[in-house]
């Protein structure tokens, strides 16, 4: 069964550091997503990317947050400056096409800022 | 704003019985899916129904939906230990995005 994966499973990171969060949808996907879920809080969206250019983004997508698919097939989530508030557990997302189909999430980022 | 509600927060059964879920929302809807996420995983895809459909099966899965009462429910008949996990449901109104609710969490008993 295809699969997203993302890569690191777990980051630990300086406060003000950059970091950058690495994915891999499933080849055949159109639309591209990263949420994320501060522990014990529910699952939040950040922005959803289609067609080479991000389609929506919450209110967390500030300037701090950047989204890249570089060659094609990797999909990134960087960070710019972090801070305490950015720990959570990220999440990125794949699906075929619009409305139709569930999302394929991949196993997640454990993002640790101290 | 479009935002699930499940109830219960959590929920506690033996093994064998039924556990049902249910999830509220604000706004219309496009389609509503269920997920399940096993403690610090990821999320796994159960079930997507459409704004036109009122119940829909997978297996041990029953969902329905009452748009009327912008509502859904699930229903896990037959519960096993392996069901122990946190339920959400996530709603979209045809944007990209879906909004995802606060959870259950189930915890079977064995």
């Known amino acids: 069964e295809p699969e997203v994966t993302q890569t690191p499973s777990h980051q630990v990171t300086q406060m003000g550091q950059e970091v950058i969060l690495r994915c891999v949808p499933i080849s055949n996907h159109l639309y591209f997503y990263w949420y994320r879920q501060i522990l014990g809080q529910k699952v939040e969206f950040l922005v959803s990317f289609y067609n080479n250019e991000i389609s929506e983004k919450s209110e967390i997508f500030d300037d701090q947050f950047s989204v890249e698919r570089p060659d094609g097939s990797n999909f990134t989530l960087k960070i710019r400056s972090t801070k305490l508030e950015d720990s959570a557990m990220y999440f990125c997302?794949?699906?075929?096409?619009?409305?139709?189909?569930?999302?394929?999430f991949g196993s997640g980022t454990r993002l640790t800022v101290v | 704003s479009q935002q699930g509600e499940e109830d219960p927060q959590a929920l506690s059964i033996q093994e064998g019985e039924n556990a049902t879920m249910n999830c509220s929302y604000k706004?219309?809807?496009?389609?509503l899916q269920w997920y399940r996420q096993n403690s610090g995983r990821g999320l796994v895809h159960l079930i997507l129904?459409?704004?036109?459909?009122r119940e829909k099966h997978s297996g041990r899965l029953r969902v329905t939906l009452d748009t009327s009462k912008k509502s859904s429910s699930l229903l896990i008949t037959a519960s096993r230990a392996a069901d122990t996990a946190s339920y959400f449901c996530a709603t979209t109104s045809g944007t990209y995005k879906y909004i995802f609710g606060t959870g259950t969490r189930l915890k079977v008993l064995a």
């Open positions: 997302a794949s699906r075929l096409r619009a409305a139709v189909y569930g999302y394929t």
């Open positions: 706004t219309s809807i496009n389609n």
């Open positions: 129904i459409r704004s036109n459909e």
